[in-house]
């Protein structure tokens, strides 16, 4: 698994630290980051003088999952943590989940719908 690496451009709807809300970043302006034992959601643009990247480890990650496309949303992927739900925007959803599962992490292939409410960028 120490070949495991990919990096992908999209969107990302993640929780914020300590649980005060959710931060939200549209397609192109962040970047998933998977590497071995870990997924990293980072910042793109200015906007990472300003964000922290945040890190998952694979043991947090209690199931991947495809994200159904929204009215505003495009198709995605999302992750059940323990800290919270963590998702992705791309099109490029199969190919991450099946790397996902590839690393051990569980996947349910049934789409999800998700409605959020958060601090979008």
């Not at 990472?48 to 992927?77: D, E, T, W, Y």
């Not at 943590?81 to 099109?91: L, M, V």
């Amino acid at each position: 698994m120490s070949s495991l690496f990919r990096s992908y451009i999209g969107g990302f709807n993640i929780p914020m630290k300590g649980g005060s809300g959710r931060i939200d970043l549209s397609r192109p302006l962040a970047r998933l980051d998977i590497r071995p034992r870990r997924v990293s959601f980072h910042p793109r643009g200015l906007f990472k003088l300003v964000l922290q990247p945040r890190s998952v480890p694979f043991r947090m990650i209690q199931v991947a999952f495809p994200v159904a496309p929204v009215l505003f949303s495009g198709p995605g992927v999302g992750m059940s943590c323990s800290d919270g739900d963590y998702y992705f925007w791309t099109r490029r959803a199969d190919e991450i989940l099946c790397l996902l599962e590839s690393a051990g992490i569980t996947v349910d292939a049934a789409p999800r719908y998700v409605r959020l409410r958060s601090l979008t960028f």
